[in-house]
């Protein structure tokens, strides 16, 4: 990747402050997830290669631009997502959230893969990078604050 | 006040070859096909208030382009905050137009939900220095190479007339020829 466009929780914060250590990624605060779309589509119709790191509750507010931008336009863009409120998180209030992930994911043929812990997440990033680039269209990894530890 | 129209072809008539266009859906694409634009242009037809951001990943990942980012006052209400996301990125090849006629003119010419915004006010407050207002093409022939040439992100606040009667060509080009076509040498 080129770019990562980010709007932080404490998972995906944690992941963004390896990123900005980073020579290779420009690390980009948006203000709110649709703007890191679409930054991140500008980076790859520009000749990079971005991606978007924001949580479930984010990514709920993403399907205007998913549909009107990424799917339309046919733009790879690969998303690594907190998955707030599965099973492994610890806080209560991201239960809901949790709750209709999933079925949010499929109901918007959101193609994605919910990180490996037993893997190694560098491969997994890899394939969902791949993926993204074979269908021209966007993919979406699923952490769990356990996968960063 | 001035017309579309004639704002839009000074515009095109100021591009200079390391430019680049992002369009916000609606009259600026619809027109656009139709002004024999001579550099790349991405054109949404779709996705309100993505073409700031849109531009702002493609002026960071292009620093030797300038990316002109035209963006509808409609759409830029409903995302105000990616201004402070540009002025925190400071890209010095970034130049967004913001055409201001108080209504959704694709969606019927609905009036927008609020009293006359202040948008430079609003620019400046979220960290945009360079802001101007421009209210016709005399305007805007001085205030573009100025805002081209600054070292950092600018905002022209162009207020253009609505027209309910304009007749506003139709898309002209689907999104996968917009896309195919789109190619930053």
């Known amino acids: 990747m080129t770019l ?9 914060g944690t992941l963004m402050a390896a990123v900005r250590r980073s020579p290779a990624i420009r690390a980009v605060d948006a203000a709110r ?3 890191a779309v679409a930054i991140a589509c500008g980076a790859s119709l520009a000749g990079g290669r971005g991606a978007v790191l924001i949580q479930n509750a984010g990514l709920f507010n993403c399907g205007g631009v998913l549909a009107g931008l990424v799917d339309l336009y046919r733009i ?3 998303f690594i997502v907190s998955y707030r409120g599965d099973r492994r998180d610890p806080v209560y209030y991201h239960e809901p959230k949790g709750r209709v992930t999933e079925p ?3 109901a918007w043929r959101l193609p994605f893969a919910i990180a490996d812990r037993g893997a190694e997440l560098e491969g997994q990033v890899v394939r969902g990078v791949e993926a993204a680039e074979k269908s021209r269209g966007p993919f979406v990894l699923l952490i769990s604050g356990e996968d960063l530890a | 006040m001035t017309a579309r129209k004639p704002l839009l072809e000074a515009l095109v008539s100021m591009l200079a070859p390391g430019d680049v266009v992002v369009s916000c ?4 694409s619809r027109y656009l096909p139709h002004l024999a634009v001579p550099v790349p242009v991405f054109a949404l037809c779709d996705s309100m208030g993505a073409a700031i951001p849109l531009a702002l990943g493609m002026a960071l990942e292009r620093p030797d382009r300038n990316v002109v980012a035209l963006e509808g006052d409609g759409s830029l209400l409903m995302c105000p905050n990616v201004l402070a996301t540009v002025a925190a990125c400071r890209p010095a ?3 967004a137009l913001l055409w201001v006629n108080g209504h959704y003119e694709s969606s019927g010419g609905q009036s927008l939900p609020s009293a006359p915004v202040d948008w430079p006010g609003l620019a400046r407050g979220l960290g945009i220095a360079h802001v101007e207002r421009v209210g016709d093409v005399a305007g805007l022939r001085q205030a573009f190479p100025r805002a081209r040439d600054a070292r950092e992100p600018a905002l022209l606040v162009v207020d253009v007339a609505f027209d309910p009667s304009e007749p506003i060509p139709p898309y002209s080009e689907r999104p996968d020829e917009i896309r195919a076509r789109f190619r930053i040498a």
Not at chain 1, 4 to 12: F, G, K, L, M, Q
């Open chain 1, 33 to 35: 997830e649709e703007e």
């Open chain 1, 76 to 78: 790879p863009c690969f």
């Open chain 1, 4 to 12: 990562a466009a980010s709007v932080p929780d404490t998972w995906i």
């Open chain 1, 104 to 106: 949010t994911l499929a």
């Open chain 2, 25 to 28: 859906l609606g009259a600026n």
């Open chain 2, 93 to 95: 090849n970034l130049t």
